[in-house]
């Protein structure tokens, strides 16, 4: 109790600062707002300086909401050039993860660690590494949040193709959601959930189904909501990504602008200007674990939840920071609430989308492409 | 270096904090050692061992409650499970307990389901995630009143 009294505290002062430095960034390069419409909340982010949401909004574009409801959550965003000594954590905090009932020296040895408070009132990611730094501080009484990121060379330390992605997985998995490694294609009526490990195929089976019926809500993260026994898929990012020698397999990005990503030896693009091809939330009537196969067609065939488990829960349970054994344990459920398939796909995929017609078909919910 | 042998009542409990699990039916878990950044996937009998190696059932009872829920157990059954429990001990996903958690129970799980064929436990062991999985190693300071 008194140690959550003294980290309270503690994060109190933690905010100001952060805040203080916003405003500093915000008098010296200006401010955007905008506000998006995420899981069904709105969010209002402003951004400190032009340049950060040159980087940080495209991703998000889709989400755009011009109504005038009061936000959920409102979030300031600037970037800085700090030295590590300045990033401490406040003091109860530290000392708070010293004595956590994770691994002795963890963190002592960790080249990149996460360190992630789940208070009251108070929710924290401080993610430190060479060249990268995201501390996002969410304080759930208020509805504010503040984001600070490194700034090198002017270049704000942040994945373009899913930014906030921490704070937003804070934000959200409190109120129930979980954040998984996943991509989703359908409509307001029905939707399927894609589980693949990086390389598995959710990119192929989205980019498949790009332009068709089978609208896009996401090819790497996603919020999951159960509710009553039904799960739902929300839209976080409209950014995805293709091997540069695919890109004419798939006539809708002749219309993109495709720029290489860094990290892998993809072209990443963003689709907010084609708000038709996407969607923002669907019910997801069932998952699909995509295979790749030599067959000349593709075809879906039953999965376990086994199956479908094993691949959605390592490669989500440690995205972006949250708690792994209650991620792990909503995924557990989402994978028992929904049926399961195998999707082998073919060596052409351009049947991919009336495969996945069929099946929402089968399963109850209305065609789509029909 | 290999701890003693394990004896019929020896008990376990959770290797480490790091290790997250999901059982998904009586028969199917999902073990994910967030330190190594290896998971597991364990089916039928093996299953059922860490299932009721987590119930806080000695050695002995674990035996006994495979050999409930499995049909043409082996002769050997007790030495089997007895190796997986140490296999499991061996990979840091188990630990030896003093003895039964609060309210553990020393008696053997009831039937869970109509006995299936036995097969001898084994540890699917995948190493094709660990980069992800220990990339961002979490400190996960939780409230003590959440």
């Known amino acids: 109790m008194a140690l959550d009294a003294h980290l309270e505290a503690d994060l109190d002062a933690y905010f100001a600062r952060l805040s203080a430095d916003f405003d500093q960034s915000v008098d010296a390069g200006g401010a955007r707002a905008r506000c998006y419409r995420i899981a069904g909340q709105r969010i209002a982010v402003r951004c400190a300086g032009k340049r950060l949401a040159t980087f940080l909004l495209p991703a998000l574009q889709h989400l755009a909401d011009d109504t005038a409801d009061a936000a959920s959550l409102e979030v300031d965003v600037f970037a800085a050039g700090v030295e590590e000594k300045e990033l401490a954590l406040p003091a109860a905090l530290r000392s708070a993860a010293a004595t956590a009932t994770t691994s002795d020296g963890m963190h002592e040895s960790a080249a990149s660690p996460v360190y992630t408070y789940l208070g009251r009132r108070y929710l924290i990611s401080w993610f430190t590494a060479t060249a990268h730094t995201e501390i996002s501080l969410v304080d759930v009484d208020r509805g504010r949040a503040v984001v600070m990121l490194q700034d090198v060379g002017g270049v704000p330390s942040l994945r373009a193709a899913a930014p906030l992605r921490s704070l937003l997985t804070l934000w959200f998995e409190r109120r129930g959601m979980t954040l998984v490694h996943a991509a989703a294609v359908g409509t307001e009526l029905g939707g399927l959930l894609i589980a693949a490990k990086s390389g598995g195929g959710k990119s192929t089976v989205a980019l498949a189904c790009l332009g068709t019926a089978l609208r896009w809500a996401g090819d790497d993260s996603l919020l999951v909501e159960m509710r009553e026994g039904r799960a739902r898929a929300h839209s976080l990012y409209c950014s995805g990504s293709v091997f540069a020698a695919d890109v004419d397999l798939h006539p809708p990005l002749g219309t993109l602008s495709l720029q290489p990503r860094l990290d892998r030896p993809k072209m990443q693009f963003f689709l907010g200007e084609h708000g038709a091809w996407l969607v923002d939330t669907v019910p997801v009537r069932a998952i699909l674990v995509p295979k790749f196969t030599e067959q000349t067609s593709s075809r879906v065939a039953p999965a376990s939840p086994s199956q479908a488990l094993l691949v959605l829960g390592p490669s989500s349970v440690n995205l972006a920071g949250g708690r792994p054994a209650q991620r792990l344990s909503r995924i557990a459920a989402l994978v028992r609430a929904v049926p399961c398939f195998t999707l082998e796909l073919g060596r052409r995929t351009a049947d991919v989308p009336a495969v996945i017609d069929d099946l929402l078909a089968l399963l109850g919910a209305a065609p789509i492409t029909a | ?146």
């Open chain 2, 1 to 146: 270096m290999r701890p003693a042998l394990l004896r019929p009542d020896s008990v376990f409990a959770l290797g480490h904090p790091r290790v997250v699990h999901e059982i998904l039916d009586p028969k199917d878990a999902l073990l994910i050692d967030l330190e190594q950044g290896v998971y597991y996937h364990l089916e039928d009998v093996a299953a059922t061992i860490w299932k009721s190696a987590l119930e806080g059932l000695p050695l002995e009872a674990i035996a006994t409650a495979v050999e409930r829920n499995y049909s043409g157990c082996e002769d050997q059954l007790p030495a089997a499970v007895a190796a997986f429990a140490q296999a499991l001990l061996d990979e840091g996903l188990l630990t030896l307990a003093s003895g039964p958690a609060n309210g553990a129970s020393t008696a053997p799980s009831v039937v869970e389901h109509e006995p299936t064929p036995y097969r001898a436990p084994s540890l699917d062991r995948f190493t094709d995630l660990q980069e992800l999985l220990r990339a961002d190693p979490i400190c996960e300071v939780l409230n003590p009143n959440d």
